[in-house]
């Protein structure tokens, strides 16, 4: 997306946690986690700190499957966008540790009957957790599979008893420069926001996340709550939301609000519409093997069209890109 060079006010090498270091420590949290399992603690609730990967236990099979091979973990945990450490793909997982997931609430306001501020623990208790391999296509024209650990987008927001007014549904991600480095410079609007129409929320193929490859979300992918709506590009799958709201009017979104020729509150993936920019008709998967990997074509919806399609009946999506 835009393209910034580093500035001096973001972390030194020397805060820098090398990926051995890492690596070696997850290693060792993927041991004590089996050992936690062990005692009979949800995977989830054993106290971590950043970078802490923990298993799961009892996730599911999800649907919408693919065959497709899974992007390697490696590439999908250190080629990332999250601009809030920073706007190089290396950024998100170098410096992401100094993100607190823990303890970590979501509030939940406007077209509600049940607002509230909700502990993590309380919005997880009781939903089954599922495996959903997705399709990940970036505005940027590369893309991934990712086997993701969540639930169902819709299955939550019924319990928060939207309002007839209810017509779109924001996403807020955390505000926390301190935790955030790259919120000191203004490389976008922040907090990052995000929305869906309400109908788009409610397609059984928008999921919220908490996993990845059966373990806790890394960081710099979004822990530990974070969107994925396979259908759109990448831009619209916010990570780590701290606000869900529900509006009666079109929200402002980050992107739409940052360059609004160029991203669009609907994103969806479509090989007939370009960026202004680039084409959108192909694209590179990462973790194919070499730069010289023959591109692939990009399909309509990111090749859901089967389940996506009927919400945007009679909508110029030229105009509503
Ligand atoms: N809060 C926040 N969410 C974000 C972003 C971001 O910069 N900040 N980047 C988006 C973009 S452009 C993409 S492609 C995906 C990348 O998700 P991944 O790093 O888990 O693959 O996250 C999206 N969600
Ligand atoms: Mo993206």
């Not at 065959?67 to 601009?83: M, S």
């Amino acid at each position: 997306m835009l393209i910034r060079k580093r500035n001096p006010s973001d972390p030194k090498p020397s805060e820098i946690t090398d990926r051995k270091s890492f690596h070696e420590r997850r290693r060792f949290l993927q041991m004590s986690s089996v050992a936690a399992g062990a005692m009979l603690v949800p995977g989830w609730l054993v106290s971590e700190k950043a970078h802490a990967a923990t298993k799961f236990q009892d996730v599911k099979p999800g649907p919408f499957g693919t065959d497709e091979k899974l992007t390697p973990y490696k590439d999908v945990t250190t080629y990332n966008n999250f601009y809030e450490f920073g706007t190089s793909k290396s950024d998100p997982s170098r410096y992401a540790g100094s993100l607190k997931t823990q303890p970590w609430s979501v509030v939940v306001e406007g077209e509600v009957a049940k607002p509230g501020r909700y502990q993590l623990e309380d919005l997880l208790k009781g939903r089954g957790l599922q495996d959903r391999i997705y399709r990940h296509r970036c505005v940027e024209a590369w893309s991934m599979v990712i086997p993701w650990v969540g639930f169902s987008l819709a299955d939550l927001l019924k319990r928060f008893e939207p309002t007839s007014k209810a017509k779109y549904v924001e996403f807020t991600t955390l505000y926390n420069p301190k935790q955030m480095p790259g919120q000191r410079r203004a490389v976008l609007p922040w907090p990052y926001v995000e929305a869906l129409r309400i109908d788009e929320a409610m397609n059984p193929l928008a999921i919220l996340a908490v996993g990845l490859y059966g373990e806790t979300l890394p960081n710099q992918n979004g822990a530990p709550l974070r969107l994925v709506v396979p259908w759109k590009y990448g831009f619209k799958s916010i990570k780590s939301i701290v606000k869900i709201r529900l509006t009666e009017q079109q929200p402002r979104t980050t992107w739409d609000a940052a360059a609004p020729n160029e991203y669009g509150f609907y994103a969806n993936v479509n090989p007939h519409v370009d960026h202004p920019r680039w084409s959108q008709a192909s694209e590179r998967r990462i973790g194919s093997g070499s730069i010289f990997a023959p591109r692939i074509k990009t399909r309509m919806f990111n090749g859901y069209e089967k389940e996506v399609a009927q919400l945007y009946a009679g909508m110029d999506l030229r105009k509503n890109f």
